[in-house]
């Protein structure tokens, strides 16, 4: 359909932006994949930028020169605690979940477990959304499931 | 570069992301006790051995190019104007090359650097 000619209010109504992301309503389980891929990416950046700088005080921080064990206990004393760990234990959860799901997203981006299209008909289900991919989305949250509690087991031990 | 060969990126660099990462925490948690895993002469003798340094700096880049191009592609998704691309294609250039300096700064010094109490 094209949308020349569309007024101003058209384009801003059918330009959700961020919300479109939020809004829930009538979402189905890709489309919720979709949704939690995205927002688990973004998590692990922001964790990766944190990551940077914790090891940088590896070498004595920002203004460092060298290996310093000093400022290493130094952020260690910060993060290695009970609240750090929990962190890590979610990270994990999403870690596994992006990995994955974009896997199950690349296998589908080159056609390899999808079916072929067909005919749109009641009750509208996208015939080439088959049960293989579905599977890989429960298998994605499985494995991060798993992984986690492989995770609380590792940063947990001996902790209490 | 066309927006195919970026999508092309951001795949390899997810498959790669995979198995660099899942390396990583098999060393963190599999291969020595966490505690271990994390103490300064462990790191150091990591760092030191040029084959881990070099898996290290491949997972610096790896990673920060498949995040920030993926940051890239939800913002293309946000907004389509012609302006908006420009800048959000120069920002993440500029945000992979400023991550990744830093993070090969720390690579370098603890490879080179001298080592402090």
Known sequence: MSTTGATGEERA???????????????????????????????????????????????GGPTGSGPSSSSWAFI????????????LVLLVVVLFFHGANGIRLILAEFGLIL?????IEYPYEARSLGLGQKYLFWLALTVAIIAAIWAFLVLFEGMG | MRESRLMLVQYVTAVLAVVLVSIHL???????????????????SIYRNGLYATFLEALLVVT????????RIILHEWRQTAPWS????????LAIVISVGYGTRTVILAVFGGVAA
């Not at chain 1, 260690?76 to 962190?87: A, D, K, Q, R, V």
């Not at chain 1, 079916?115 to 005919?119: A, E, I």
């Open chain 1, 76 to 87: 260690g004393s910060i993060f290695e605690n009970s609240f750090g760990h929990l962190i």
């Open chain 2, 26 to 44: 098999i060393m963190q948690g599999v291969l020595y006790p966490y505690t271990t895993a994390i103490s300064f002469s462990n790191i150091l």
């Open chain 2, 86 to 93: 420009r800048w959000v294609d120069i920002g993440t250039i």
């Open chain 1, 13 to 59: 109504k059918n330009r959700r932006g961020i919300r479109g992301w939020l809004n829930p309503y009538h979402y189905n389980l890709e489309r919720w994949a979709y949704f939690f891929q995205r927002v688990t990416g973004v998590a692990i950046l922001a964790y990766l930028l944190g990551h940077l700088g914790d090891t940088s005080f590896f070498v």
């Open chain 1, 115 to 119: 079916k072929k299209p067909g005919r």
């Open chain 2, 64 to 71: 920060l190019v498949h995040g920030f191009d993926g940051v």
